[in-house]
């Protein structure tokens, strides 16, 4: 069966943005000048409008430790400002498989386990988070269909075009139900970044949470006209 394009964001359940990296300005936010977190969605689009940026989209891009500090590896315009947390642990950051979003200076998109994640200078962002959804297209293995365990829940799988998606629940799901979400769509990987706390920016499609007190975000802007 040949792979369709998913339909654009829909009552179905799901807030939906999908990027295209190759055309499209997609960065990954903690701090600001003065190496103070962003924290919230607000306070990122306030102050890219400072920059003559008009934020398109925004969501929060993975769990977070005391100060807003990210949890695991962070990568920004390059750089490595917190390293990749191979560690065991408690928690949906340590289910085994986790792993790795990242995007490449040629335009490149990617979701990997923590186990296959390779540094190179060509990575240009990246966040570390956990459980892996979906990987080469197998669902997490801790996964059960009809399990109790129900949130808000948002991530970022990888289309077979390049595209990359992102999704939250309008309502409270199970990591399955999330997880098949994203092979529905056609994500061969695809990676959980938070629960109950996410929130979603996308004023195109009606849908505008500013509030919250993150770590890292994900935001897509173009220039203010």
């Known amino acids: 069966m040949l792979w ?18 190759r ?3 997609l960065r990954l936010y ?5 190496q103070q977190p962003l924290r919230s969605i607000a306070n990122l689009r306030n102050w890219l409008e400072g920059q003559g940026q008009r934020l398109v989209f ?8 005391a100060n807003n500090v990210p949890q695991g590896l962070f990568i920004q315009n390059g750089r490595v400002l917190n390293p990749l947390d191979t560690t065991r ?8 498989p986790n792993g ?42 801790a996964f059960r269909r009809g399990a109790a365990n129900l949130n808000v829940r948002n991530g970022v799988g990888v289309l077979p075009n390049g595209q990359v998606v992102f999704a939250m629940s309008r309502q409270k ?6 997880a098949d979400y994203f092979r529905r769509l056609g994500c061969r990987n695809a990676l959980y970044l938070d629960g109950f706390v996410s929130r979603t920016y996308l004023p195109a499609k009606g849908w505008v949470q500013t509030d919250g007190d993150f770590g890292v975000l994900v935001g897509v802007t173009e220039p203010m006209r």
Request: aromatic share 14%; glycine share 8%.
């Open 89 to 96: 642990g408690a928690g949906n950051f340590y289910l085994k």
């Open 23 to 25: 055309r499209q300005d």
């Open 100 to 141: 790795v979003f990242y995007t490449t200076s040629d335009g490149q998109a990617q979701v990997c386990s923590t186990e296959q994640f390779r540094y190179s200078r060509r990575i240009r962002y990246a966040t570390q988070s956990g459980p892996l959804l979906l990987l080469h297209g197998r669902m997490h293995p």
């Open 173 to 178: 799901v199970s990591l399955y139900e999330f």
């Open 58 to 65: 925004a969501t929060n891009a993975g769990m977070y430790k």
């Open 4 to 21: 369709k394009a998913p339909r654009p964001a829909s009552a179905d359940g799901y807030v939906r943005y999908t990027v295209d990296v």
């Open 30 to 34: 903690w701090q600001d000048d003065r």
